[in-house]
């Protein structure tokens, strides 16, 4: 017994010097100092205590500001409109279980849907930006294809778990393409979709606070003026309200899906 | 049983109520957003500059094809973005043990305080975007990786951490106290009656935490720490439009590789 405790040891000892090593290569790789590291978090305090600290709250209150949230707001539900819709589609064509046909639309919709998902957000609106130009529509395309590849996934998977022997009865008795779907898959998904659009909305909300960084409008158009002035009071002013309106979209999402999830008990 | 007497007319009643509540919210929703349709979409946008299909198919067009010279060039950064996900998660993981630790209802040491304390940590990292963060730690750290690392830790710090501390909250009791009563003391208890407990939903946030993290590691770059973000950034401003296609094409093979790992690993851990 105590051996095997003594080899453990060992072994765990070993193992643990491989991992210390290994990441010591990976900071020699890339370049990082370890001075500079360890007083990366002393810097992070005192970056927060000398410029940001004295919030300039007054300047998100005015009114170019406050429309500009007005503006990501609307961005936001834009973008998550027109995904969704979109989503729906390359879900059920991305769906193995249900999708029409296995060897043209399932890969067509699997793909985009991945495609989608992998392409961060702000890469989607600087490559909108550069065909549609700056202003709000880039962003809303940028949002579009960030609900496509996140909605389309969760929604997708979704899907894959109906219950199938519903589907084929529904199936068996003659109905065709949209019966099966109305009557037979939609009421099983009704309320995953809510809730799963409702999160889709929260994130999106989220992601369209800072899209306006790379030449799309709202709230981010505001944080790269600033950030560009080096006017780190205004700075830490927008992130700030960033903060509040994330946290107080996060309250809303969990109350509807709540809510919902109560009514459908 | 009195739900059941309604009459026919009432529930008619009820009934035509409901449907005029609902189509009026239908009504007014439709109209908000034609109404934003109309202010973000066709007000803000400048339509000359698009001009018309074929201006915006021309813009496509330059996208067509890859740019087989800087290929070489992206191995460094795209191996460069991997680390760095790689190791803003293990930071991640590391930072938030504590704020779990505080952040759990039922070994927060010092009640509602700490508890609330960690809370907020938590709130606050999950709702500053990593682009944000990045921009901060530049500011702070200076270019290169270093910022991305950080920024990614601070990013995953409160999403680990909520799980963890969920996972904790939700552990079995009765190992717990056994290991108290038999005079174990609180790290006793922490190191043989709980982490055993979370591990597997642990391991399984972190892997799936670490898939997120090469998605954000590779726009790190567009704010001044390192990576393929860099190189996309750079292919931009040089408008080498195929240079950004091949910068794009690596960075969903980065991420499909992540994602196939992190599939595979987490099939051999659950």
New interface residues.
């Given amino acids: 017994m105590e051996q095997i405790y003594k080899r453990n040891n060992a072994k765990n000892f070993i193992l643990l010097s491989l991992f210390f090593f290994i990441i010591y290569l990976c900071f020699l790789y890339l370049g990082i100092d370890f001075q500079r590291f360890f007083s990366a978090l002393g810097n992070f305090g005192k970056l927060i205590a000398n410029r940001y600290y004295p919030v300039d709250i007054p300047y998100a209150l005015e009114p170019g500001y406050l429309s500009s949230i007005l503006d990501s707001i609307q961005m936001g539900y834009l973008g998550l409109i027109i995904g969704v819709i979109i989503a729906s589609i390359l879900a059920y064509l991305a769906a193995a279980n249900l999708t029409p046909s296995k060897r043209i639309g399932y890969p067509v919709g699997k793909f985009l849907i991945i495609f989608a998902r992998s392409i961060h957000e702000t890469i989607w609106t600087i490559l909108f930006v550069t065909i549609v130009g700056f202003g709000m529509l880039a962003g809303t395309m940028a949002l579009t294809m960030y609900c496509i590849g996140f909605f389309g996934k969760l929604f997708s998977e979704e899907l894959e778990n109906v219950d199938m022997k519903l589907v084929d009865t529904i199936r068996s008795n003659g109905a065709n393409e949209f019966q099966v779907f109305a009557y037979g898959v939609w009421p099983q998904v009704k309320t995953a979709f809510t809730g799963i659009l409702i999160y889709t909305w929260d994130v999106c909300f989220r992601a369209s606070t800072i899209i306006g960084f790379f030449g799309a409008g709202g709230m981010g158009w505001y944080l790269k003026r600033n950030v560009l002035q080096l006017e780190y009071a205004r700075t830490s002013a927008i992130i700030l309200s960033i903060i509040v309106l994330v946290i107080f979209s996060e309250a809303l999402s969990a109350y509807m899906r709540d809510k919902i999830y109560k009514e459908t008990q | 049983m009195s739900g059941y007497n309604l009459r026919a007319e009432d529930y008619t009643k009820q009934n035509f109520s409901k449907i005029l509540k609902k189509i009026i919210f239908y009504t007014v929703a439709i109209l908000v ?1 034609f109404l ?2 109309y ?3 066709i007000l ?3 339509w000359h ?2 001009g018309s299909g074929e201006g ?1 198919l021309k ?2 067009s330059y ?1 067509v094809g890859l740019d087989f010279k800087i290929m070489p060039y992206l191995i460094k950064p795209a ?2 973005t991997f ?2 996900a ?2 803003g998660t ?1 930071l991640g993981l590391i930072m938030s043990l504590p704020v779990a630790w505080l952040g759990a209802k039922n070994v927060t040491p010092l009640g509602l305080a700490s508890f609330s304390f960690a809370r907020m940590l938590m ?2 990292s ?4 990593e ?2 963060w990045a ?3 530049v ?4 270019l ?3 910022p991305g ?2 920024a990614l830790a601070f990013r995953s710090v409160g999403f680990i951490s909520k799980i963890i501390s969920e996972s904790i909250e939700g552990a079995d009791k009765k190992p717990i106290e056994a290991i108290r009563a038999a005079g174990g003391s609180g790290f006793d208890v922490m190191y043989y009656g709980i982490i055993p407990q979370i591990l597997p939903t642990v391991i399984g946030t972190i892997i799936f935490e670490w898939d997120i993290n090469i ?2 590691s ?2 790190m770059g ?1 704010v001044g720490a ?1 990576g393929l973000g860099l190189a ?1 950034f750079r292919q ?1 401003h040089m408008s080498n439009y195929p240079g ?1 296609t091949t910068v ?1 094409m690596f ?2 093979g980065l ?2 590789i992540g ?1 196939v790992l992190s599939h595979y690993l987490r099939k051999r851990i659950i």
């Fill in positions: 957003i934003s349709v202010f973000i979409i803000d946008t400048d500059r698009i915006i813009q496509l996208f191996f460069e680390l760095m790689c190791l293990m709130t606050i999950r709702s500053v975007h682009i944000i921009l901060i730690f500011g702070a750290v200076g290169g990786a270093l690392i950080l998605r954000r590779a726009v567009l390192g996309f931009m950004v794009i960075i969903v991420i499909l994602e």
